[in-house]
């Protein structure tokens, strides 16, 4: 994801980058206004989120990217691409 992070960090920012965009962390709740915002936030920056698929460190970390990309990503054929390389 980052030049330099360390796996279980990078694990960790996907993991709850998901939540927050999915609307749930650890099993509870997101409030909707927070979701929306999040999504909206990520969408705003979604190449990083492509950027992390693509030069993920470990498997768990490439899914948390691609389920996260599940969520926000609005252009299919983007998402198609990015999951074909």
Known sequence: MLEGMAVPQEKEILRLLLGFVSGEVDGDSVEDSLQARCVETVRDGLWLVHRAFLGAQTP??????????????????????????
Do not use: C, P, T
């Open 60 to 85: 768990e970390a490439k899914g948390y990217a691609d389920d996260v990309l599940d969520i926000v990503e609005w252009d299919s054929a983007r998402l198609r691409h990015y999951r074909a390389r």
